[in-house]
């Protein structure tokens, strides 16, 4: 892909959805903190579920506590891996109170101490809560990276740094949400919605007619 496609290419993208949105339903940073941290291989659906219940008992990390492991265990029992995300969103909870006075910390490293908190959930916080221009590399952004030549690369670390240097700086902040929803939505992994892609034009495998194989 080249410099004038990606630039295309996102401009298109913003022309559709100027303001791009998590889909995770959250009120606060804290909330959406923890809701990005049990959304590790859970759909952003069945996270809402579960958070809406969740959040409204315990919307700050000293009520969630207050809620305990057993109760929490409970509230998100339909998400995947629940009893691991109980215990590590507790533990994060103690840490936000214990070490930040109960608030989310801005920094990278601090976002990566926390338990069940890894470099793709710190970039999310980094970009929606504070509006830095990361790249959470989740499945969809690393399958459209590779898939359309955007940012190639055989790892999420190296989808993610690719990206950094290609996206220009103006669809940086936003660039992580439109990628999560082509690769949601049309840019899906198996029958990708070549058809009805508004930036077909500008992807390397569909201007070739194919969708390559993944690395």
């Known amino acids: 892909m080249t410099p004038e496609h990606i630039e295309a290419f996102f401009a298109t993208l913003a022309a559709a959805n100027p303001e791009p949105r998590s889909e ?59 009893r691991t995300k109980a215990k590590n969103l507790l533990q994060t909870c103690r840490i936000l109170v214990e070490q930040h006075g109960g608030q989310v910390p801005r920094s990278r490293a601090a976002l990566e101490a926390l338990p069940g908190v890894g470099r793709k959930t710190a970039n999310v916080v980094l970009n929606v809560a504070f509006g830095e221009p990361t790249m959470a590399v989740d499945t969809h952004i690393f399958r459209v990276g590779n898939r359309t030549g955007l940012a190639p690369g055989r790892t999420p670390l190296e989808v993610e740094q690719r990206l950094l240097e290609r996206v220009p700086e103006r669809w940086r902040v936003d660039a992580h949400h439109w990628l999560i929803l082509h690769g949601r939505y049309v840019c899906v992994a198996r029958s990708p919605r070549c058809a009805e892609c508004a930036v077909r034009a500008f992807c390397d495998a569909g201007r070739a007619g194919t969708a390559p194989t993944m690395p």
């Open 24 to 82: 995770l339903e959250y009120s606060s940073v804290f909330e959406l903190l923890a809701a990005v941290l049990l959304s590790a291989q859970a759909t952003d659906v069945s996270v809402n579920k579960a958070t809406k219940r969740l959040f409204a008992l315990a919307p700050t990390p000293q009520r969630m506590l207050a809620l305990g492991e057993a109760r929490v265990t409970d509230l998100i029992r339909t998400i995947g891996l629940f």
